[in-house]
Structures are given as structure tokens and as C-alpha cells.
């Protein structure tokens, strides 16, 4: 009976095992790019991240190919203040989610390289862990009409 | 005795219906309805004497004020999270509002926290971007510190790893009545739906 019960245990641990590795890592969503306001260069990025993975994996930055630089930046309230700040890698746990959304973390992406138009593709590269790559797309918005 | 009986029945029976008429009232009138994501002052509180400059190049002052509610945001064209964001937020619910009908939502005002960057000229072209009604002001430090002090509005310039400079600022937005008067406060976060459903309560234009 032990055995019988062990075997069914381990083969629910492998069907859970096998599960976690049938998709990609990480899946994003809700993905936000608007267009840089007048007389300022940097864009931003906003968008739902989730690890569907079975361990914690850490976003060590995200970059595009159409603007000079990017950086990961948060902005935080504090007793109704808000400071803005960088930072370095963004941990998502297992099994949950991270936003980037206003007020929060955010994507700066600086300096485009050509003129960014209205619904242009926008590429964003999302690096996690050692050697992990992600990319996501969406059309450039412009604030006043998102 | 019967009479008695007669009058307790006439009686219960009017109670019944007077009853199921006030709750009938309550379930389709419901309560007044109030403000219940602004913090309204029990007593508006006059703005102090104060002078700016407009995104036009002309003076901002208290007098500014007189005649129209205003929603005040103070921030930075440099910000690129909270303020856009914030002034995108007021854009929409301004534009929701009027698009139900009411033409009086009030004007919005960005007050520049970055005296060093933000000139009128800056601001001309970064209001714009949220459509008519945005006027942008800006001033000297001390001319702003005579207008932000009196409120309990803080900034201060934050130097940034890359060599620039971030202002840490009060993410509120205040309400301001025709009257120049400091009369009621969104704080942050803020929502679309906050200003959209208690702006109107407020300004008794709903």
C-alpha cells in the first residue's frame, strides 16, 4: 500500500513538474508604451509580468532596440510624496506577479533613435536571471489619447 | 372594545404603509450622495497673496484663481511617471465629464516644482499635449515656496545616479474654489473615477 500511495505521489510531483515547464517562463500583459511628451525624450513602458515558472527568477533589465538607453525606475509614496528612483533587478516569486504600472515601477526608455510615431511597434527585451531573454511589443500611445 | 379594536387596526395598518413608504423612498432615492474620495475642509482656507508666471508669459496670481474651480497638481515636465499620469487622469475625467453633459468641470492647473527647467515656453508645449484647459504655471524657488509653504505642499530636488535631477514632490491634487480658496484635496493615488464622481458632488455642478 506505501508503495502504491509513493508512486502516486511521485508521479503527481513529475505531472506538476512537467507542468511548470510546458510555457514560457514569464508571460506579460497589459502592455503600455507612450510616446515621449513635448520637449522630453523618454518614453515609458507599463505592463503586468507574471512567473509561471517554479522558482523565483529576477529581471536584471529591460532594453529596446529603438531608444539609446533604457532603465528600470520606481516611483514610491511616502506620507503623500512621490520620489523616483532606479533600480537595479526586479524579483518576481514564483507563481505571482509584478506590475509596472503608473505610481510604481516603470520602464524609461530614453533617446529613441529614430523619430517614434504614433503606433509604432515598440520592442522591449526583458533580461532575467543569468542568461534569460523575454521580448513583448506594443504600439507607442500618445498620453493624451491612450 | 370593539371600537378600540377598530382604531388599533386602522392604526398598525397605516403604520404598515407609512413604513413601506419610507423604505420604498430609501431604496430608489437612496442617501445624499457625498464625497467619498476627496477630503473635503471643514472651512476652505484662503489661498495666500502669491505671484507666477503662466505658460503664456503672464502673471499668475491669487486674483488667477477668482471665478472658476481649479484643480492644482504640482509637478515637473522631467517627471515621467506620476505627473503625465496624473494630468492624463484629469484630462479623462474631465473629458467623461463633460462628455455627460456637464460643461463645468473645472480648469487644471500643473504648477512647475522645477524652476530650473520648466519656463513658460516648456510648459506652453507640455499642457498642450492634454488638451484645452491645462495651464501651466511656474516661478522663481522663492516664489513658489511662498505658494506651496502656506499650503503644506513639499518638493525638493533629488540628485539621480546618471547625473541629473528628479524633484520629490506632494502628489495631491487640490480642488480650489471661485473663490481663490483652498476647499477640498484628492490624494494619491489617484483614479479617474475619484475625480469623476466627486468633483461634480463638490463643486455642485452635478
Same mark, same amino acid.
Given at each position: 500500500?506505501? &508503495?502504491?500511495?509513493? &508512486? ?8 506538476? $513538474? ?15 508604451? #507612450? ?6 525624450? $523618454? $518614453?515609458?513602458?507599463?505592463? @503586468? ?26 516611483? &514610491?509614496?511616502? @506620507? ?19 506590475? #509596472? ?17 504614433? @503606433? ?17 511589443? $506594443? ?8 | 372594545? /370593539?371600537? =378600540? ?25 437612496? %442617501? *445624499? +450622495?457625498?464625497?467619498?474620495? +476627496? ?15 503662466? =505658460? ?7 486674483? /488667477? ?29 474631465? +473629458? ?18 522645477? %524652476?530650473?527647467?520648466?519656463? *513658460? ?21 522663492? =516664489? ?13 530636488? /533629488? ?18 474654489? *471661485?473663490?481663490?480658496?483652498? =476647499? ?20 455642485? /455642478?452635478?
Amino acid at each position: 500500500l506505501i &508503495t502504491r500511495r509513493l &508512486t502516486i505521489l511521485l508521479a503527481s510531483l513529475l505531472f506538476v $513538474a512537467c507542468q511548470a515547464d510546458s510555457g514560457p517562463p514569464l508571460v506579460a500583459s497589459g502592455i503600455q508604451v #507612450f510616446m515621449p511628451l513635448p520637449g522630453r525624450s $523618454a $518614453a515609458i513602458a507599463y505592463f @503586468d509580468i507574471e512567473n509561471r515558472s517554479g522558482k523565483t527568477i529576477s529581471i536584471t533589465g529591460i532594453s529596446s532596440p529603438q531608444f539609446a538607453s533604457s532603465m528600470i525606475h520606481e516611483t &514610491t509614496l511616502i @506620507d503623500g510624496v512621490s520620489r523616483m528612483q532606479a533600480v537595479g533587478q526586479v524579483v518576481v516569486e514564483q507563481s505571482s506577479s509584478v506590475s #509596472f504600472e503608473p505610481g510604481g515601477l516603470h520602464v524609461m526608455l530614453m533617446n529613441p533613435v529614430d523619430e517614434l510615431t504614433t @503606433d509604432a511597434i515598440v520592442t522591449l527585451e526583458i533580461h532575467y536571471d543569468e542568461a534569460g531573454l523575454m521580448i513583448i511589443e $506594443a504600439r507607442a500611445r500618445p498620453r493624451s489619447n491612450p | 372594545m /370593539s371600537t =378600540q379594536r377598530n382604531f388599533l387596526f386602522v392604526f398598525f395598518v397605516a403604520m404598515a404603509f407609512a413604513g413601506g413608504g419610507f423604505f420604498t423612498y430609501l431604496a430608489f432615492m437612496g %442617501p *445624499p +450622495a457625498v464625497p467619498i474620495h +476627496a477630503t473635503v475642509l471643514p472651512e476652505p482656507r484662503s489661498l495666500p497673496e502669491f505671484s507666477l508666471l503662466d =505658460q503664456a508669459g503672464n502673471e499668475f496670481n491669487r486674483e /488667477s484663481f477668482s471665478g472658476d474651480w481649479s484643480l492644482v497638481f504640482f509637478g515637473f515636465t522631467h517627471c515621467p511617471d506620476i505627473c503625465p499620469a496624473t494630468l492624463q487622469q484629469l484630462s479623462l475625467a474631465r +473629458a467623461k465629464v463633460t462628455a455627460d453633459g456637464d460643461k463645468n468641470f473645472p480648469r487644471i492647473v500643473l504648477v512647475s516644482v522645477d %524652476p530650473e527647467r520648466d519656463t *513658460p515656453e516648456v510648459l506652453d508645449a507640455y499642457t498642450k499635449h492634454f488638451g484645452e484647459g491645462v495651464t501651466g504655471v511656474t516661478g522663481t524657488l522663492p =516664489q513658489l515656496m511662498n505658494l506651496t509653504s502656506s499650503i503644506g505642499i513639499f518638493f525638493a530636488k /533629488s540628485d539621480q545616479e546618471d547625473g541629473t535631477y528628479s524633484v520629490d514632490h506632494s502628489a495631491v491634487v487640490l480642488l480650489i474654489n *471661485p473663490d481663490a480658496e483652498f =476647499q477640498a484635496l484628492f490624494s494619491a493615488p489617484h483614479k479617474i473615477e475619484h475625480f469623476v464622481d466627486d468633483v461634480p458632488l463638490i463643486t455642485g /455642478s452635478d
